[in-house]
């Protein structure tokens, strides 16, 4: 099993930043490909950004390129989201999901990751 928690949610106005983190244990870190996803209300839920085992490898969704960039401290079991210049079109609840399962690809479903923390809200206001 692995334990993710996320953190680092928040209300703020558009064109602000946060970062989100998630924490885990349970496993080795180093072992999992990470990822973050989002939900909005009445939405499903989509792909925001993937980081590989050793973090050299990531992959975003086109909406948030260029504005978002996901990391990871391995040493610290944790993997973070900067996000910046935000839009109220990015409001949703986020969620750090974590693949134990080996493999090669994008992951950019849902469906390819084995844990999910339990989702922290970003509200961005206009």
């Known amino acids: 099993q692995v334990q993710l928690v996320e953190s680092g949610g928040g209300s703020v106005q558009a064109g602000g930043s946060l970062r989100l983190s998630c924490a885990t244990s349970?496993?080795?870190?180093?072992?999992?490909?990470m990822g973050w996803f989002r939900q909005a209300p009445g939405k499903e839920r989509e792909f925001v950004a993937s980081?590989?085992?050793?973090?050299?490898?990531?992959n975003y969704a086109d909406s948030v390129k260029d504005r978002y960039t996901i990391s990871r401290d391995n040493a610290k079991n944790t993997m973070y989201l900067q996000m910046n210049s935000l839009k109220p079109e990015d409001t949703a609840v986020y969620y750090c999901?974590?693949?134990?399962?080996?493999?090669?690809?994008?992951?950019?479903?849902?469906?390819?990751?084995?844990?999910w923390g339990q989702g922290t809200q970003v509200t961005v206001s206009s």
């Open positions: 999901a974590a693949r134990w399962r080996p493999g090669v690809g994008l992951f950019r479903s849902p469906n390819e990751y084995d844990f």
């Open positions: 349970g496993r080795t870190f180093s072992n999992l490909v």
């Open positions: 980081i590989s085992r050793n973090g050299f490898t990531t």
